[in-house]
């Protein structure tokens, strides 16, 4: 029965059933062998032959025994057939030398014989019934010639149909029971087969039984390595156990993911289901399938690892940190131990960004990370909230001192100059501290209060560690509010313009005006720019308000080429912020407001500084674009960005702004003029005009004009006006200049 693979007996489809069968028939023979013997031993006729009876026993116990040893499918058929042959053929010659009516061994095994055949094919059970039916027919012609006082031959006759009849009927019903169930073995064995997934069955020792390509591919290994040997000796040590899917009770389906060996050494990992199955026939065993879930564990390892650390750096990042603070913080109250956390942020990083480009920045971060990793104690968590910005968690702090003191360690740590392409940054940062004191503080509040210190350390000069106090709180607070107040002056136009006029010192006449900018707060009074233009770029508000600013300039500006006719006209410069020369659409937007106003052209002049430029191309693009609808372009602060010159090659300028901070240091000493004298020798030679900020004495005007520049702007001028002092001004330092021409002239 079943397939014709070696070995396919054993597996625990369809051949149990056939085992079954078979070892029934044995068991009958069996039986037949032995009331042979009996009958033997008290004969109920007289007739008995030893013969047929020695043959039928030996016939049956061989055939009993072969059938029951399972062995059926490797026996040679011709051997056996051949045995059955001639003991068939022996019983018939005994019954007929016997002369007399069967003995019931005899009758029994020649009825029995024909169901050893059913299972090797029917025509050979076929032929074995009529070789039965023939002996029959001639024992009974026999025996009703010699004694015909035995039965009457119509009784014996039906008797031989009866025998032959039951023969064939439970032969062919044997028959189609087994190509049933090699049928339904076969089909599920494609199945099998051919899954993409991975089964086996195992017995109860766990030992493979049968296993399918699948599998044998999941695990690299053959059928042949696999069959016969033990599961565990496949499966990853640590996993084996609590390998529940190996212990799955009956009618469950147990789902577990395991590790398996490959025999390079690889790992895999399966989702395995496993359920022990209890058949009607045959012996328990274990069905398992298992899916390759290696890449997709894989994937989720990597998406849990993203989910919890910044990608850059390979630190934690902000939602791990902020975790780790919430638990330490509800750990604290058991422990008595203290929080802190210490943010850093560095200095001048935009400045790396801006000049050198975002891939010095990251190179920088990157650099700076493993540094800032060193310098944390063990129980401490370090992470990168984003940007420039580091955070790490002090977790079971005995005191505040030691806060401090950690973050002295961070500080010195990132003090190594680091080398990029295109130049040098020597990082440093702004530390921030904060302690967790009494039970108000949640994680958020925590990182707040370090944000303010932090803050505090930029403003005071950079470069330092601040430990939060409450001072601080109530100052976040107030930029909060700041920042909530400006998106409404903005809006509702609380935001004024002074003018802060540039004069000639050798003709006295107004060069230009500066628009500043202030903001009259409603309850806080007048606030300067250097208040809230910082807080304006860092909120993007700086868009809006410098809108303001150009619209509020042109049209002052329109309204005062009216009334003060001079040649070249009046000209009035605004300060425009990096970040709003970056919104696209920003040259368009001045064309179209000096379209819509009377000004001459040529008499507006945008005022930039080198250090807010954060996007070089853009920034050029839109220069250029201003220029050609003739509007100046003015470099403010000249001097105190990070690398001036670079700029003054890149960028399309027509006027420098000296800062005002050389013009302070002339008072001082000499080596300040040195420095000015080579910034006025360049700026003839790129035909720049030079304007000096913040001129504040006379003493400072005559060492400018022996420097060779005449453009002055400062208090010693004028501080910016309100708008409706500035043509009184411009009135008065007519006469002014009357007098010198005057003066000159005579
Ligand atoms: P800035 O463009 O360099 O403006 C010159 C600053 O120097 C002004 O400060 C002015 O009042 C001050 N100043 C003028 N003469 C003297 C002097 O003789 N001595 C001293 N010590 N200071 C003098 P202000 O008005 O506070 O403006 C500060 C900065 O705010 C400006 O520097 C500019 O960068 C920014 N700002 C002002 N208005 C705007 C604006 O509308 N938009 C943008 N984006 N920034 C603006
Ligand atoms: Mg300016
Ligand atoms: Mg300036």
Request: hydrophobic content about 50%; aromatic content about 6%; proline content about 4%.
């Amino acid at each position: 029965v079943s397939s014709s693979r070696p070995g396919a007996a054993s597996t625990p489809f369809g051949p149990g059933r056939a085992r079954f069968l078979a070892r029934w028939s044995g068991a009958l023979l069996v039986i037949a062998g032995v009331t042979g013997a009996v009958l033997l031993a008290f004969p109920p006729a007289p007739y008995a032959d030893y013969a047929v009876v020695v043959s039928s026993v030996v016939i049956a116990v061989l055939a009993g025994l072969t059938l029951l040893s399972g062995a059926l499918d490797h026996l040679p058929l011709g051997t056996f057939q051949v045995v059955i042959f001639l003991a068939t053929v022996l019983a018939a010659l005994g019954v007929y030398g016997g002369g007399g009516p069967s003995s019931g061994a005899e009758m029994l095994f020649l009825w029995l014989s024909p169901y050893a055949f059913v299972f090797f094919s029917t025509r050979q059970a076929a032929l074995q019934t009529s070789l039965v039916a023939g002996t029959y027919a001639v024992v009974l012609a026999v025996q009703h010639r010699q004694h015909p006082g035995i039965g009457s031959a119509g009784v014996l006759l039906g008797l031989w149909v009866m025998v032959v009849a039951s023969v064939l009927v439970v032969g062919i019903l044997v028959r189609h029971l087994g190509r049933t169930v090699r049928d339904v073995d076969q089909r599920f064995r494609r199945g099998f087969e051919d899954s993409p997934v991975a089964a086996a069955f195992l017995d109860l020792e766990l030992e493979f039984v049968e296993v399918n390509p699948a599998l044998c591919n999941l695990l690299g290994r053959t059928r042949d390595e696999l069959v016969g040997s033990s599961v565990l000796l496949v499966s990853h040590a640590g996993d084996v156990e609590n390998a529940r899917w190996l212990r799955a009770g009956p009618g469950r389906i147990v789902e577990d993911e395991s590790r398996f060996l490959r025999p390079d050494g690889t790992i895999v990992w399966a989702e395995v289901a496993g359920s022990l199955v209890s058949p009607e026939i045959g012996a328990e065993y274990r069905f398992c399938q298992f899916r390759d879930v290696t890449a997709h564990r894989r994937d989720r390892e990597a998406l849990a690892h993203q989910a919890i650390h910044d990608p850059l750096t390979g630190l934690y990042n902000r939602t791990l940190l902020l975790d780790r603070t919430a638990a330490a913080l509800a750990r604290r109250d058991q422990k008595g131990t203290l929080v802190g956390l210490i943010l850093i942020d560095l200095d001048q990083f935009k400045v790396v960004n801006d000049s050198l480009g975002h891939e010095a920045g990251d190179a920088v971060l990157m650099a700076l990370a493993p540094l800032l990793a060193g310098a944390v104690a063990p129980t401490d968590t370090i992470g990168r909230l984003g940007g420039d910005e580091f955070l790490v968690l002090l977790d079971e702090l005995s005191s505040p001192l030691e806060a401090v003191d950690r973050a002295d360690r961070l500080a010195e740590a990132i003090g190594a100059p680091i080398e990029l392409t295109g130049g040098m940054y020597v990082p440093a940062a702004s530390i921030g501290v904060a302690v967790a004191s009494g039970v108000e503080h949640d994680a958020a509040a925590l990182l707040r209060d370090a944000d303010a210190a932090m803050y505090r350390a930029k403003a005071g000069g950079r470069n330092r560690i601040e430990v939060f106090d409450r001072s601080m709180r109530y100052e976040a607070l107030r930029r909060l509010q700041l920042e909530h107040d400006l998106r409404r002056a903005i809006a509702e136009g609380d935001l004024v313009l002074e003018y802060q006029p540039v004069v000639d010192t050798t003709t006295g006449k107004p060069v230009s005006l500066e628009g500043l900018v202030r903001w009259d707060h409603p309850s806080r009074g007048r606030i300067g720019p250097d208040e809230f233009v910082p807080l304006a770029e860092q909120t993007g508000l700086i868009v809006a308000l410098g809108d303001w600013v150009l619209r509020e300039a042109i049209t002052q500006l329109a309204e005062w080429q009216l009334l003060y006719l001079v040649d070249p006209p009046l000209r009035v410069t605004v300060n425009v912020s990096g970040r709003q020369l970056a919104v696209p659409g920003f040259a368009d937007r001045v064309a179209h407001l000096l379209r819509g106003s009377a000004i001459a052209p040529g008499s507006l002049g945008v005022e930039i500084t080198e250090s807010v430029i954060i996007d070089v191309e853009v920034a050029y693009e839109t220069l250029e674009s201003l220029r050609a609808l003739g509007v100046n372009v003015l470099l403010d602060d000249f001097g105190t960005g990070y690398s001036s010159l670079a700029y003054l090659e890149q960028f399309p300028i027509d006027v420098l702004k000296i800062d005002r901070s050389f013009v302070a240091r002339l008072d001082e000493g000499s080596d300040r003029a040195v420095v000015l004298e080579a910034i006025f020798a360049m700026a003839r030679a790129l035909h720049l005009s030079v304007i000096a900020e913040g001129v504040e004495n006379h003493g400072q005007i005559a060492k400018l004009r022996d420097l060779g520049c005449t453009w002055i702007q400062g208090f010693v001028v004028a501080a910016p006006l309100p708008r409706e002092e500035v043509l009184g001004f411009l009135i008065e330092q007519q006469t002014i200049a009357r007098a010198i021409d005057r003066g000159s002239a005579r």
